[in-house]
Nanobody
Framework: QVQLVESGGGLVQPGGSLTLSCAAS????????MMWYRQAPGKERVLVAS????????GYAGFAEGRFTASRDNDKNMIYLQMNNLLPEDTATYYC?????????WGQGTQVTVSS
């Protein structure tokens, strides 16, 4: 069964850093694009970054560019999101996503809270 499991969320101070991880299983990881999304309370879910299959070309949303770094390790079936200079508005649930046989697959999400 295709599964995505995020981890690494927590509480950080403004200006701090945090690295999220997503473990993938149940499919040929290296053949698939991967994505990070986030959803803040009361707001829509938005794309944070996308990562191509191999070697991993990354595109970022405007709010993430210059502060966040997304990457993948195909040997470990993992993707990462390193977040620096965090702002209170970065507070959200962060989700890992892929597509498998024309269907979206989502992780359960990991909560990031940037205190103000």
């Amino acid at each position: 069964q295709v599964q995505l499991v995020e981890s690494g969320g927590g509480l950080v101070q403004p200006g701090g850093s945090l690295t999220l991880s997503c473990a993938a299983s149940g499919f040929t990881f290296s053949d698939h694009y991967m994505m990070w999304y986030r959803q803040a309370p009361g707001k829509e879910r938005v794309l944070v970054a996308s990562i191509s299959n191999s070697p991993g070309v990354v595109g970022y949303a405007g709010f993430a560019e210059g502060r966040f770094t997304a990457s993948r390790d195909n040997d470990k079936n993992m993707i990462y999101l390193q977040m620096n200079n965090l702002l209170p508005e970065d507070t959200a649930t962060y989700y890992c996503k892929t597509n498998f046989r024309l269907a979206d697959v989502w992780g359960q999400g990991t909560q990031v809270t940037v205190s103000s």
